[in-house]
């Protein structure tokens, strides 16, 4: 009869233990989790960042806003088709170049 009321204390001790590492694991799961969030959260907090808009007034020259203005002619023949192709060609190059201009003048303010 003694050694059965030790043998089931022992139990006792046994079950006691097996619950408390498990309250212990189940605080730990908690505590870590906890620690988790706290991390994110402060890394989200820290990954915001501000843009600063700023609005710049340019005065720029009048010489860079126009570009040539082509009149389409009523084609005659092939070679006036391509002179007017060249003429086309040339008035894209000089907008293209005009905006360049302008794009270098932003930059430098």
């Known amino acids: 009869l003694e050694l059965l009321k030790r043998m089931h204390a022992q139990r006792l001790k046994g079950a006691y233990k097996m619950l408390y590492i498990k309250k212990s694991l ?4 908690m505590a870590s989790l906890v620690i988790v969030l706290l991390i ?10 501000l843009t600063k ?5 340019l ?6 806003l126009q570009c040539e203005e082509l009149t389409l002619p009523s084609p005659k023949s092939q070679k006036d088709v391509s002179a007017f192709l060249i ?5 894209y190059k000089q907008c293209y170049e005009n905006i360049q ?8 303010n």
Do not use: M, T, Y
């Not at 003429?87 to 008035?91: M, S, V």
């Open 87 to 91: 003429d086309l060609w040339g008035a």
């Open 101 to 108: 201009a302008i794009k270098e003048l932003n930059d430098a």
């Open 40 to 49: 994110l959260l402060n890394s989200c907090a820290r990954a915001l960042e």
């Open 53 to 57: 808009a700023q609005v710049v007034r």
């Open 26 to 29: 189940q605080s730990l799961k």
């Open 59 to 64: 005065n720029v020259p009048s010489e860079f």
